[in-house]
């Protein structure tokens, strides 16, 4: 059994899950190429040490640089906080080694593009984890969308909600640091753009709309010490698609009561596709046409005739997980390295959405329309 | 039993619901009048006879002059069509009768301005008809933002979507008609802006985005003469409010699949609030502060201890049927003419709503942000 | 306009539901004969003669047997507790007049037999107040059962649960005295076992079961002064349809949060139909043969393709409210009385649907399965 | 790192989804043992070496006498077909190994208790697959009813409904095979039966029914020779818990649509609880005593403050998926193997469950209520 040797940089939320799904895509799948967990680095040799033994790492490191040079490290993934994206991704990419790296891909789009350059200079495969265009229900509305079943697509209208920085006291993080990028609309906001492009297309121009909620937060849990916010905790855009499509684009994570509202919902001219990341195993379908009196959405659970669903089984309804959409995203990254089809959202993609980040906050600061060829 | 005779213009959907509600109100809610069905005006004679036997009036006439100018006429209702009804309104002001006025008021917030003038000039009474505004779960949501239940609001998400303009084969009507006014933003939009300043407050600045989908329609049913399509069938808006809250506003008549997607959701500092129209009997409710594991949005169902709800039926759960909001607002209506409370929303208000509805189209037109005071 | 008078006894919830429905049917349906609200009949003169001025009614009277004898009343409709449906109901019939009757029909079979066979002997008409029967997507669901979209009727599960007796210090009221007959197996047990025989046809056999959950309660709100519970306060039965399809019927009126849960599936060998009351504006479909992974359950909103919509709002998805169901049994009731296609559920059907109830009670007093026909 | 070695005999449905979990859950839990896939057995050399390389097992063979033989097995794990469970369960109890066997236990309560005694005799641990006990949701249904916040249980209404046998040519399997126990009151109302139990108690009598929808059935698929069905397609039972409260079960495998219909409701005399696996992440949740007006059922996500999810995913409503439900019962298995806290449902638990199944065969063939201690 051919194994590829994982160098993972970050332990927190997404470095748990990349380690789930890490240690599962091949049992799932079978796959051409068994990860096994090489090495894990982290802020210093202690957090590393710890980390590498729960999340089932065979060494550890306090040195991400020692990382990419091991020689038994064979893809270089980065879940660490984003400010630190960039340099890690160069470095593994001048090294030679295929990158997976956590979204948003860099501060802005210039970095992004950089970035883009140096992978493709290289010739470095790379990955992004816009975990949610896995779910199949994502892909499913995708497939929806171009094989017209709705017709011609007239709008889109998503979001991301989430509501983890409600408390006016939750503390100052690296998501609020500026230095790493821009606020919800590049934390979730990616997340509902990287959608739009998949089901949709690019998005050419837009005019945005930004908002810092809570302006002070305490430096740590618990203090009186408090550190000015300057990125956005809501962020929303009315976008044009290249095919003439038009919509809007939400992200908050100040949405009380919301704990995963990616959703959205495509408008063709023949009918209508909507899914919802609270219940991500769902996909609604309403196509015109039907009978006077039995029109109605169909509500489609995932089942063993979508995408990646019957590997993990083969009951219809009986749901997938978050971290088994992340397997879904391993299953593609590992197929592509050993030859397969290409992983996408690559780097250049994920500029891409990146560039849509970059034109919202620059539309919120000008309050004018943006192209996003400006960015 | 002290009487009130209703003289009503127009006998098409919104007329058959006025006349429904008339019938119904006194009975319902024990008014201090009764409304007396005295006279139906429509396009020509014999279709005014022929409604007003269906809806239930005394007598009828082809000429709405000779209706404002009959003497058992002591409200004038007007459910015409839209380029209507400024022309009808005037006269019954200047007639000094009260007036009773589907929504949208007129074709543009000018015209809506000579209207109030007008009115506020004779003092005379006006009402105008966005009847989700007396849906008791729309009051419910006002009272909980106004209480402070979910803190103060920072933004405000709605749309009003429906499907009855999808088929590109469907015909002009008079909805389309510019000379009415604008499309889908004055016919459903205005009912969502006119929540939003119900439940939040005044709007002050907004951009704006429509598009026409069908560019030319059938001029009559099975023809295959077309016309050009002026107006919009898609419209949104990013909105700022007075109280330094924002949002969105959208509307569609071509929203495959929606029937009465007349939904917001306003998130506070402290909580959210839902409500779709689709299900209007409901309001979902999220505070913070609920205990570790049971957080979660509450699910409200309509029932005695609203407003207005009682008189309908003194079960929970039972619902409210769509006639049923008019009938609530033709209770107000009724009262304020009494010397009760005074109707909210008047022409007044109804003149706000079409500016917010202007300055959409404003924008759209010229790609930039507009004050609504500009309209 | 020919006019029918009408007789109303009793004021309560239902008695106030009728009046409604008794003024609005004629406006919305345009029926042969209009109802002409005539005398109501309550406890005394005063609550009578406060009801009727409430209601709509031209006279009162403390004297229901006044009523029957009035030549004003065409039709003596009985909204009085259950206990006195059977006395009035044969005065009424002695009388020749046709009767409109609160469900359920009488304490028990055997005198729901007595009424049947008075009514017939007399050649009156007769019609019974199970309105749910009327709600036109529980008239789709037996059409789609009827017409086989559904395949074979396979299993029936029904329940109608509410909570208006959760509070063990809910007083004691006619409900709960067993001289009226059974407890919610009656009260709400009855509306679900309707629309089983309305929906799959007779049932033949069962076997039930009652519970008692408070035992004794307040004689009167506040009293410390307690009585005795005889009846149930939940039912379930399994049982077997004529058609040999089989299922289980529940109903409480103690069951925590629910408000109008009366709720069925019926699965057939080719698809399913769903129905909740709390959501009565849609229906719930599923049929086999759909293509792969584009399976599953449609919902339908009501609209104007749907029985009696269109008379209340040319839109789908508007939304019917409980009176204007109430309605729609009143325009049935009069096109019968006009001459137009009988009435259903009459004394008979409601006498069928009685000896549901009793076999429940009994079988669930003897502990065994009971055929219908004992009873 | 200690491990423990894990035989596993089977590879279907189930057998997946155990090697999905056995491969899963050290890395999610950090547990104090790793099970090491040493074995796997299946019909026969070629079939099990095929699924030990797809499943990640190190060794394969066609005879599970040689895998409880087998020194490296420390563990037999049994998802054969329900047939296989006794022989190979009383084969690795006598062996001295522990036993993780799915459900149902055994054919009938007679031999189940029969593994029970030979497991107790031989002090060896037992666990029975009864996953959806594990279901942090179910999990919190208990806990809301042991802490009293929805009162005394009064009743516990639940189904277990798909649809996998809905069309009348799928062929007979071993699921139909009556010499492997019953049909489907024993595949999925075994579920419903151990939530019933786990969540209220114990049932003491009950009155059940069966039916058997397809007769005949094609020996395998596309062929037109039949085999007569024994097994029934759906069941249901009024029962009686020792608590005093009563409820429904029922069962089916022909419910058109349905897909994972694993739903149950629980009343208590202050609230009630609702849980259905088609939304296996959400639990609605009522309590009494909430303001007027602001009554309604609550819709909890699961999230990190809920049993075995925070390993999964820090964030709330992100969602578990059908095998990390199978990687929590792994968890419990292996803990209490360990050392840890008992793992439940043992064999014992698997007899109660069954002798429930039993009554309901036995009373549906009797046609009277039965004490669940007569089997």
């Known amino acids: 059994m051919k194994t590829i040797g994982i160098g993972l940089v970050g332990s927190g939320f997404m470095g748990r899950s990349h380690a789930h799904a890490l240690r599962a895509a091949a049992g799932v799948f079978g796959l051409p190429l068994t990860p096994s967990l090489e090495l894990l680095a982290d802020v210093n040799d202690d957090v590393a040490a710890k980390a ?3 999340l089932g790492f065979a060494r550890s490191t306090g040195d991400w640089q020692a990382l990419i040079a091991d020689p038994a490290v064979e893809l270089v993934d980065i879940t660490a906080p984003n400010v630190f994206h960039k340099p890690i991704a160069l470095a593994a990419i001048e090294a030679g080694k295929p990158v997976y790296c956590e979204k948003p891909l860099a501060p802005n789009a210039l970095e992004a593009k950089q970035m883009v350059d ?9 990955a992004v984890g816009f975990n949610y265009l896995k ?6 509305a995708r497939e929806i969308v171009a094989s017209g079943e709705i017709g011609e697509v007239i709008s889109f209208r998503g979001i991301h909600a989430e509501d983890y920085m409600t408390d006016p006291l ?8 500026a230095a790493g990028g821009h606020g ?4 979730l906001g990616s997340h ?19 908002k810092t909620v809570t302006s002070r937060r305490p430096v ?20 044009r698609f290249a095919t003439g499509a038009t919509g809007s684009i939400e992200a908050s994570w100040v949405a009380a009561g ?15 596709v909507v899914v919802d990341h609270e219940r991500f195993n769902e996909l609604h379908l309403y196509t015109t046409g039907q009978p006077h009196g039995r029109e109605g959405f169909k509500t489609i659970l995932a089942g063993p005739h979508h995408d990646s669903y019957k590997e993990f089984c083969p009951a219809p309804g009986h749901q997938l997980g978050f971290n088994d959409i992340k397997t879904i995203e391993v299953k593609a990254l590992i197929t592509a390295l050993a030859g397969g089809a290409p992983f996408q959202p690559d780097f250049r993609e994920a500029w891409e959405i990146q560039r849509v980040v970059d034109a919202i906050v620059q539309s919120a600061r000008e309050e004018r329309w943006v192209e996003v060829t400006e960015v």
Request: hydrophobic share 50%; net charge positive; aromatic share 4%.
């Open 52 to 54: 590498a033994k729960a």
């Open 118 to 126: 140096a992978a493709e200079r290289k010739g470095v495969k790379t």
């Open 135 to 140: 779910n199949p229900m994502v892909m499913l």
């Open 170 to 177: 939750a503390p100052f993080t690296w998501r609020l640091d």
């Open 184 to 187: 919800v609309v590049a934390d």
């Open 192 to 210: 509902i753009i990287s959608i739009a492009r998949f089901v949709v297309g690019p998005i050419e121009s837009l005019v945005g709309q930004l």
């Open 220 to 239: 740590a849990p618990g203090t009186t010490e408090m550190r000015a916010v300057e990125v956005d905790d809501e962020a929303r855009a009315l976008v």
């Open 258 to 272: 919301r704990k995963m509202m990616l959703a959205f919902e495509v408008t063709g001219s023949k009918g209508t």
